[in-house]
T-cell receptor
Framework: DVKVTQSSRYLVKRTGEKVFLECVQD?????MFWYRQDPGLGLRLIYF???????EKGDIPEGYSVSREKKERFSLILESASTNQTSMYLC???????????FGPGTRLTVT | AQKITQTQPGMFVQEKEAVTLDCTYD???????LFWYKQPSSGEMIFLIY??????QNATEGRYSLNFQKARKSANLVISASQLGDSAMYFC?????????????FGKGITLSVRP
C-alpha cells in the first residue's frame, strides 16, 4: 500500500515565524502535491512537483514556497506565517497521469 | 470559472438506503478523469472511484457507482445500502492535463450524514 506521511498532525506557530511542513511518500511516485483545505472552499492546490527539483505553482501559491530535493520528500514552506494561513494542509502523491492521488493524514496549522 | 460544482447542502440518508451525491464539471479537454474522494472526520482523504472520459461504462467499486452523463457534464456518486461509516465529507474532482502531467481540481464538497 502507498503510504504518505506528514511530519505533524497539529502545529501551532506565531505570526512571522518560518514554518516547514514535511511530506514523505514511500512508493517512488513522481508527482507530489500540497493543498490547503478550508471550510466551504474545498481543497485548493498550492504547489505541485513532477520531479526532483521541479515545482509548479498551483492556484494559490502566494505566501508559500516548496522544496523537493529528494523524490520521496516534498516540503511546504511558509516564509513568514500569517493568521490567514491557519488551515488544514494536505499532501498527496501520484504516478504520472494517474487514476488517483494518495493523500497523507493532513496537518492542521494554527497561526496565532 | 468554477470547474467542479457541488451545490447540495448537507445530505441525510437513512441507513441501508441509497443516496446520490451530485457533481457537475466544466472542461474543454476531450480527455479527462473524474474522481470521488471521501473524507471522514479523521481528515484523511480516501479515494473511492474513478471514471475516464472515454470509458464506455459507468465505474463501479463495491457499493459505489458513478453515474456518468457526458453530454450533461455530470458525474454523480451513488452509494447503495448506506452504512453509518459512510457519514463523511465527499469531494468530486477532475483531472486536468498540464503538459505531460496532471493535477486535480476539487469541488467544495458535500457532507453526508447517515441516520440509524
Amino acid at each position: 500500500d502507498v503510504k504518505v506521511t506528514q511530519s505533524s498532525r497539529y502545529l501551532v506557530k506565531r505570526t512571522g515565524e518560518k514554518v516547514f511542513l514535511e511530506c514523505v511518500q514511500d512508493m517512488d511516485h513522481e508527482n507530489m502535491f500540497w493543498y490547503r483545505q478550508d471550510p466551504g472552499l474545498g481543497l485548493r492546490l498550492i504547489y505541485f512537483s513532477y520531479d526532483v527539483k521541479m515545482k509548479e505553482k498551483g492556484d494559490i501559491p502566494e505566501g508559500y514556497s516548496v522544496s523537493r530535493e529528494k523524490k520521496e520528500r516534498f516540503s511546504l514552506i511558509l516564509e513568514s506565517a500569517s493568521t490567514n494561513q491557519t488551515s488544514m494542509y494536505l499532501c498527496a502523491s501520484s504516478l504520472g497521469r494517474p487514476k488517483g492521488q494518495y493523500f497523507g493524514p493532513g496537518t492542521r496549522l494554527t497561526v496565532t | 470559472a468554477q470547474k467542479i460544482t457541488q451545490t447540495q447542502p448537507g445530505m441525510f440518508v437513512q441507513e441501508k438506503e441509497a443516496v446520490t451525491l451530485d457533481c457537475t464539471y466544466d472542461t474543454s479537454d476531450p480527455s479527462y478523469g473524474l474522481f470521488w474522494y471521501k473524507q471522514p472526520s479523521s481528515g484523511e482523504m480516501i479515494f473511492l472511484i474513478y471514471q475516464g472520459s472515454y470509458d464506455q461504462q459507468n465505474a463501479t467499486e463495491g457499493r459505489y457507482s458513478l453515474n456518468f452523463q457526458k453530454a450533461r457534464k455530470s458525474a454523480n456518486l451513488v452509494i447503495s445500502a448506506s452504512q453509518l461509516g459512510d457519514s463523511a465529507m465527499y469531494f468530486c474532482a477532475m483531472r486536468e492535463v498540464t503538459g505531460a502531467n496532471s493535477k486535480l481540481t476539487f469541488g467544495k464538497g458535500i457532507t453526508l450524514s447517515v441516520r440509524p
